[in-house]
């Protein structure tokens, strides 16, 4: 299990998900090297997630190179195995008893992808609004970012509530920031706008941490708050509460329980600054993510929250913990209607996900059609492909091509989750540095600059998460932080803040937003080189790529029907719209060369093809 654990005590759960009426008799444990009699290893079952925890064994690992056998008084029934340790682990453990083989999942149809919804883009307010004339949305800016479908907005929870109770939106006291003015823009253009809300503001750190421990993103509760009491998590619920109130679309929302919404004049002595306004109902937001990477690890135990304690978080975010918190908190007493999305996870692993469900199914239970009850809509996670095959852990030493790292074997096993609950999976972080000293740097390949490598590696990512079920993609982020910085994310960006106009990875991205954004990922009929298959209204359009970062080409024939006509597109760097080739072919075959920067083919039939290497 490694060393440097968060938790210097923690619960390991394991579901026998693949099995149903477990009952153990007895329980085996091999006693390897150390002891650890004043910390022992614990073992435990839960017949159900509600139910309690049986003691089946303890294991201290003083015995040196035998078994250590439990034979327990009567079958005990377990649905979850509970381990407690605080590092000590037997080196076998062998479990017997009896048990069935339980029905496989059901698993809810994949859902269809469009192309569109994997062009999104991490964002900030700043990079929408004229500066220092903060009332007005900036044409130039907006025009620049128009090479994105959606926005995940980093909302920094200081912005809305500078002092408690107190909250701000028209414009922010924090900033001057009109979140009005800018969420009716994006909405009037048609983008989806995903807030984030995240960081603590400074008058809560103050009340509720000491000094040397105070974090903008430390957990958002109290220092000394039990993490797995949903009323821990009150003040942040108020203000998910005090938002999904005023951008949602619930205009009965009862107007007492917004009273701390500051109205007025911005500047009584300065008429013209503006007057603040208490609104509800304005149906600007459909979604708001709550926090961000709340498994960051990095931070220690004052930032960082198990997937139990988080799921805490959640409910009370979600509904005020099925409306136990009392009124005015939580997103969905404010809008039934309104999504909530898991903060996305650092870690692009399933387990935090089940922890999170796991502690649903106990706390929140299940609803009258037997399903559980969950508090959240969207499943959502972090993944940046890297030669170490983990996100934002390990050692890498270089970003990888997509269908190269662990990004589809990571997405099907979230989507595989999505699918058994039903629910979407979205994932609001990945990207590639350029900088050559960054663990997630695009490479040279062959006479590629990195840059060059990263637009075919940011286009290739669009494709392979639609090709595996995620239904919204936010790539990481609109500026650089710092491109001269070798520090991971700081020269990710897409945009260039100099010349202000789009880099080369947001031309293939606006590119393949206007000529193929509506159409619907339906099947892969090649993967080497990889061909994918879109629809749009009957019409057939074909993906194609080499998944390798090597440099090489390979040949493909793709028949284009009876018609033998079919346009081939090519996205270029500093372009609008892609290179398009209008070709013809006497046999109805099409003869490709397909490298790794992908080409598009629209045949003139809207039948569906087969293709063959």
Request: proline share 6%; aromatic share 12%.
């Amino acid at each position: 299990m490694g060393w440097g654990k968060v938790l210097t005590t923690y619960n390991c759960y394991y579901e026998f998900k693949d099995l149903a009426d477990v009952a153990i008799t007895e329980v085996r444990l091999y006693d390897g090297q150390g002891t650890f009699a004043a910390q022992p290893w614990q073992l435990y079952a839960k017949a159900s997630a509600t139910d309690p925890q049986v003691l089946l064994a303890t294991f201290t690992g003083e015995d040196y190179r035998q078994w250590v056998e439990v034979t327990l008084p009567e079958p005990v029934p377990a649905r979850y195995l509970v381990l407690r340790t605080s590092g000590g682990f037997p080196t076998e453990m062998e479990l017997y008893g009896s048990y069935r083989a339980a029905a496989p999942a059901v698993l809810f149809p994949k859902k269809e992808i469009k192309l569109a919804h994997t062009l999104g883009i991490n964002s900030f307010v700043w990079e929408f609004v004229e500066d220092p004339e903060r009332e007005k949305v900036s044409e130039p800016k907006l025009a620049l970012m128009q090479a994105f479908t959606q926005y995940r907005d980093y909302l920094d929870w200081e912005r809305i509530e500078t002092a408690p109770g107190q909250y701000a939106f028209n414009p922010t006291v924090s900033g001057g920031w009109n979140y009005d003015l800018l969420y009716r823009r994006l909405q009037q253009e048609g983008k989806l706008i995903l807030p984030c809300l995240k960081t603590l503001p400074p008058w809560f750190l103050e009340q509720n941490y000491p000094a040397a421990q105070r974090d903008a993103e430390n957990v958002p509760a109290a220092y000394t708050a039990n993490l797995l009491a949903p009323a821990s998590y009150l003040l942040q619920a108020r203000l998910a509460f005090q938002f999904a109130a005023r951008y949602g679309h619930n205009t009965a929302v009862n107007p007492a329980l917004l009273d701390g919404v500051l109205t007025g004049p911005v500047y009584p002595t300065a008429p013209e600054a503006g007057t603040r306004t208490r609104e509800r109902g304005l149906g600007y937001i459909s979604y708001i993510e709550c926090d961000n990477e709340r498994d960051k690890w990095w931070k220690g135990r004052k930032a960082y929250q198990t997937a139990r304690e988080y799921a805490a978080n959640l409910s009370a975010f979600y509904d005020g913990h099925k409306n136990t918190l009392g009124p005015g908190v939580g997103v969905k007493n404010a809008d039934p209607t309104f999504q909530v999305v898991i903060g996305g996870t650092a870690s692009a692993q399933t387990d935090y996900i089940r922890g999170i469900i796991d502690w649903c199914k106990e706390y929140r239970g299940y609803k009258a059609d037997g399903t559980v009850d969950l508090c959240f809509d969207v499943i959502n996670y972090h993944y940046y492909a890297t030669d170490a095959q983990l996100s934002q852990g390990g050692t890498p030493t270089r970003g990888a091509a997509p269908e190269l790292s662990g990004a589809a074997a990571v997405a099907d096993a979230f989507v595989t989750i999505g699918r058994e609950y039903n629910v979407d999976v979205w994932l609001t972080e990945a990207g590639y540095d350029v900088n050559p000293g960054s663990p997630l740097r695009a490479p040279v390949i062959g006479r590629k600059t990195p840059v060059q490598v990263q637009v075919d590696w940011i286009l290739r990512t669009a494709l392979l998460y639609a090709r595996h079920g995620i239904s919204r993609l936010f790539f990481y982020q609109t500026y650089n932080l710092n491109p001269a910085s070798s520090t991971q994310f700081a020269s990710s960006g897409l945009l260039d803040g100099v010349t202000h106009r789009r880099k080369p990875a947001a031309d293939y991205l606006y590119q393949a937003q206007k000529l193929l954004g509506d159409f619907t990922y339906q099947e892969t009929i090649s993967t080497e080189p990889l061909v994918d298959r879109y629809e749009r209204n009957g019409q057939s359009m074909y993906a194609l790529v080499l998944p390798s970062e090597t440099g090489r080409t390979a040949s493909y024939i793709l028949p284009t029907g009876r018609h033998g006509l079919a346009k081939v597109y090519t996205p270029r760097m500093g372009q609008d719209s892609m290179a398009v080739q209008v070709v013809s072919s006497s046999t109805g075959q099409l003869n490709l060369t397909v490298g790794e920067t992908p080409i598009f083919v629209v045949p003139a039939t809207g039948a569906v093809l087969a293709g063959s290497k």
